[in-house]
């Protein structure tokens, strides 16, 4: 019995630790779980500022015992004078022989003639307006408003004009339009000849009386074609004239310009009527008269009536055609004044107001681009002088003036003790170097040493090694160092392009995203006492995409043009919630224990008493 007691308690016991175990565990996942999730991304943020962007290329080679370099010419031209003779010692920088810079000093002086323009732009656009020219754009504006006025006032009396016009024609019409019926379907000429014994239309009874001795098809198919005619300008005349009818002098301006297109229609369609008439009673009488028929008086009656009718048709038409175009000129001079009047009246506003910052710094921008094409042009100039690197004895010179050169050709043979280095650069890189660009030489036997030097020699033509094209590069060293050795490995880093005082940021910044180049911006204020670049922060907004316009770049850095402003704060990295939480449990500790609190230690569930 007792050994059943004690048998009890133990199993409660150990379901009660299993339950302590399963509770805690859950716990733990739960804890971890949310407790990571709810840790936010901290970004790195840092400050743009104006810096030097260098863009540079990297070749190795070895320290040269060679003590002679040929100076080459940079530009073409013609041999203006040569200033040294061979054997003569020179001092670096001399000038040992020329060309013709004529078309080099003109770019210059033009560049200084538009540098100074862009200047006195700028100087005229921050004075503020005098007097005279407020007065001057005033005086214009209101010269616009008068003559918009007077148009107004021509469109006016265009408009009563046409109404006349179309009153004048609707006189006639009426009559034009009878008269062209009577001619076609009228019975004048039947019951005016005795000699005609069918009773038909005018129209009828002229292919009768031709039926005998023509086509009569023919006939009969002109025939058609003037009752067509008729037919279509009585529909006009019709619609027309109902339309007249409902008009008045009170009629605004649209509805006279309809009305007028419209009548234009109806009056050349009744002279189409017209003349199809005419013609179709001129073909009656000319085939009348080669067969020797009499010619009935009526039809000579019907021929002066439709002459008549086409006068005044075509009086009408005239008028109204020049009315509709006078209308049309004023419609167009109005809306030529209204955008005149716009434009004065915003000038008239920007004389009084002053210049907009857009402008002037539009203005200062383009002094600034000058300044660089006549920086650009003087260092043009350079190129038609042939200088010393280095101080040395002049071996060779051959040039004598009035020779024609082009650029790379030899001005002189320089000898000299200095050290040069030869350096081979790939295809790819070579086409970025030039004579003269400056060289920074690092060498692997002495630490810490760094040297400058300038490009001296570039090969025209390369060597070609297991399909690889290589070209050998000379560079003068600019001082001596007598740690240097010859044949000494040395590696240059020759600056081919180089931008000062820009907005530079680190390349990690600049992201890429349809076509378009962004960095990403705190939407919120960062103190500088908060950046660090070791460390993140968090922020409270959700960040933004500013675009910016990238130039020159390298390695690291990249220039910004434009997006950015000095002062400006970029994210630079972020660091991710995951790689900044910390593990809940300690390394070692097992699950079943908990974890250990300041003030005291974890207690073991999993040992007895």
Known sequence: MKHKFFKKILDNKIKSILLLVLLFVLAYYFITKFSSNNTPNQYVVSTVQKGTVVNTISGSG???????????FKASGEVLGVYVKNGVQVKAGTVLASLDAGDALKSIRDAQVSLETSKLSLDKLKQPADELTILQA???????????????DSLNKANEDAL?????????LPTIASDLYENLYGYEIVQNEKTLSSYQSNSDILVETVRNYVEVNDFQSLQSSTENDYKVARKEYDLNFSDYKNSSRYSNSSTISSLLEETINTVKSM?????????????????????NKPIFSQVKTYQSSISSDIGKINSHLSDLISIQQ?????????VDYDRTIQEKTISLSNLKSGPETTDLQSQELSIKQKENSLLDAKEKLADYSARAPFDGVVAKIDLKKGDQVSGGTVAATLITKQRTADITLNEVDVAKVKVGQKVTLTFDAVEGLSLTGEVAEVDSIGTVSQGVVNYNVKIVFDTQDDRVKLGMSVSASIITDIKQDVLTIPNSAIKTAGGRQYV????????????NINSGIILKNPIKQQTVEVGLTNDTEAEIT?????????IIRTIAASASKTATAPQGQSLFQVPRTAGGGGRNFGAGR
Request: hydrophobic letters at 30%; charged letters at 25%; proline letters at 1%.
């Open 326 to 334: 006078t209308i049309k000129n004023n419609e167009l001079a109005i």
């Open 520 to 531: 990403e911006v705190p939407d919120e204020d960062v103190s500088d006492s908060s950046l």
């Open 562 to 570: 434009s997006g950015l402003n000095e002062g400006d704060k970029i």
């Open 62 to 72: 070895q320290v040269s015992a060679s003590n002679q370099v040929d100076v080459k």
């Open 138 to 152: 005033e005086n214009s504006l209101a010269s616009a408003q008068e003559s918009k006025q007077k148009s107004i």
């Open 271 to 291: 002279a189409q009527s017209a003349k199809s008439e005419n013609n179709y009673y001129d073909a009656w009488v000319d085939m009348r008269t080669k067969n």
């Open 164 to 172: 006349n016009s179309i009153a004048n024609t609707f006189l006639d």
